[in-house]
Antibody, heavy 120, light 107 residues
Framework: EVQLVQSGGDLVQPGGSLRLSCAAS????????LHWVRQASGKGLEWVGR??????????AYAASVKGRFTISRDDSKNTAYLQMDSLKTEDTAVYYC???????????WGQGTLVTVSS | EIVLTQSPGTLSLSPGERATLSCRAS???????LAWYQQKPGQAPRLLIY???SRATGIPDRFSGSGSGTDFTLTISRLEPEDFAVYSC????????FGQGTKVEIK
């Protein structure tokens, strides 16, 4: 079964840092890109960023709202991707999902989501 | 950035009725790179449709997608109790963006 399992959500103060993890199974993780998407309470989905495979030089891209503060990385030996979030703001409060892109960039499957709350 | 606008915001229908959801793009989406997702409270999105009209694996044939260019539609032919949820469209012609969602609620 193709699966993404997330961990790492927490309550953090503004200006703080947090790292989320996304562990993959059931497919060749090393050959796949991985995206992060977030959803604030009662709001729509917002693309956060992505990392491509080694064959594509682990290229990353980010939404303007997080560029320079968030960093996506991966460890193919552990079949895991990471979202490092620094200089967190209250507006970063959301459920964060990791997801795998398919042929184009439609997303399936999705991780179960993890809640990040930025508050003092 | 391509902005996706979904309408209506909320659709109140009864089981057995037909649901028609709209997704309009601010510019043409090439190669029909549009997907639809279903999301229930506390759950991750679930892929329903990709390529504007191709059903994902395991999705019942009461779900269908259509459209091209800037106007796309998700149709649920006969609503089942489990279909009451929020539906979002997503384009992947450029940097991915999502619509704000349409809630299908029980009338």
């Amino acid at each position: 079964e193709v699966q993404l399992v997330q961990s790492g959500g927490d309550l953090v103060q503004p200006g703080g840092s947090l790292r989320l993890s996304c562990a993959a199974s059931g497919f060749t993780f090393s050959g796949s890109a991985l995206h992060w998407v977030r959803q604030a309470s009662g709001k729509g989905l917002e693309w956060v960023g992505r990392i491509r495979s080694k064959a594509n030089n682990y290229a990353t891209a980010y939404a303007a709202s997080v560029k320079g503060r968030f960093t996506i990385s991966r460890d193919d030996s552990k079949n895991t991707a990471y979202l490092q979030m620094d200089s967190l703001k209250t507006e970063d409060t959301a459920v964060y999902y990791c997801t795998r892109p398919n042929a184009g960039n439609w997303f399936d499957p999705w991780g179960q989501g993890t809640l990040v709350t930025v508050s003092s | 950035e391509i902005v996706l606008t979904q309408s209506p915001g909320t659709l109140s229908l009864s089981p057995g009725e037909r649901a028609t959801l709209s997704c309009r793009a601010s510019q043409s989406i090439s190669s029909n790179y549009l997907a639809w997702y279903q999301q229930k409270p506390g759950q991750a999105p679930r892929l329903l449709i990709y390529g504007a009209s191709s059903r994902a694996t395991g999705i019942p044939d009461r779900f269908s997608g259509s459209g091209s260019g800037t106007d796309f539609t998700l149709t649920i032919s006969r609503l089942e109790p489990e279909d009451f949820a929020v539906y979002s469209c997503q384009q992947y012609s450029t940097t991915p963006t999502f619509g704000q969602g349409t809630k299908v609620e029980i009338k």
